[in-house]
């Protein structure tokens, strides 16, 4: 079956330094890519998606590029904020038992201190 | 626009009690889902409907059922709540069936004693 891989939490940064969270996966076909970020409290919300091989999607400074040859979607953003503490879920849309499907990521919990 | 809305927010339940979690989008979606957010293990696929009067299991469906009368609501229901049940419940609902972005409602917290 499809599977996502993340790199464990919680990743602590001090502002405006750089961020990365690496995330892997495994899935059959030709799956869409997407980054989700959960604020405290809150829902899921899309950050940012890729559609297909060497797409870059990007969003509110954050970015990911789909690597097919590394099967990776990695999440960077190059001077983190207070602001962007959250959970960040690594996700796929493929094709799953007949249907399509997303498959999450565990999350990676960020950690922004002033 | 309200976006996908659910409730409770909260609830602590006893072992062997019942409830529904009704979840409602006002955006014409087709597609639902109900999910649970269990620590370290991502969201994971409960159960979800294609469309109004349409259900179907996902990944976990054991001692959950659900319901889609109405386009825009979907409830999940548990009969006889287990503590195996303690989790974060999250509606989601998409136009694409999961070519696309889902939109999540705010989620429910559920304690099972």
């Known amino acids: 079956g499809n599977s996502v891989t993340q790199m464990e939490g919680p990743v602590t940064l001090s502002e405006e330094a750089f961020l990365t969270i690496n995330c892997t996966y495994t899935?059959?076909?030709?799956?869409?890519l997407f980054w989700y970020v959960q604020y405290p409290g809150e829902g899921l919300q899309l950050l940012l998606k890729a559609t297909k091989a060497d797409d870059k999607g990007s969003n509110k400074g954050f970015e990911a590029t789909y690597r097919k040859e590394t099967t990776s979607f990695h999440l960077e953003k190059g001077s983190v904020q207070v602001s962007d503490s959250a959970v960040y879920f690594c996700?796929?849309?493929?094709?799953?038992?007949?249907?399509?499907?997303?498959?999450f990521g565990s999350g990676t919990r960020l950690q922004v201190q002033p | 626009n309200a976006g996908v809305t659910q409730t409770p927010k909260f609830r602590v339940l006893k072992t062997g009690q019942s409830m529904t979690l009704l979840c409602a989008q006002d955006?014409?979606?087709?597609?639902m889902y109900w999910y649970r957010q269990d620590p370290g293990m991502g969201l994971r696929l409960i159960h979800y409907?294609?469309?109004?009067?349409?259900?179907a299991k996902g990944e976990v469906p054991d001692g959950y059922n659900v319901s889609r009368l109405k386009k825009q609501n979907f409830l999940l229901g548990l009969e006889s709540a287990a503590p195996s049940q303690t989790s974060v419940y999250f509606c989601a609902s998409d136009l694409t069936g999961g070519y696309n972005e889902q939109f999540f409602g705010p989620g429910t917290r559920l304690t099972v004693l």
């Open positions: 955006m014409n979606h087709e597609y």
């Open positions: 409907s294609v469309g109004e009067g349409t259900t």
């Open positions: 899935a059959t076909g030709y799956p869409s």
């Open positions: 996700a796929l849309s493929a094709l799953d038992t007949g249907r399509r499907a997303l498959t």
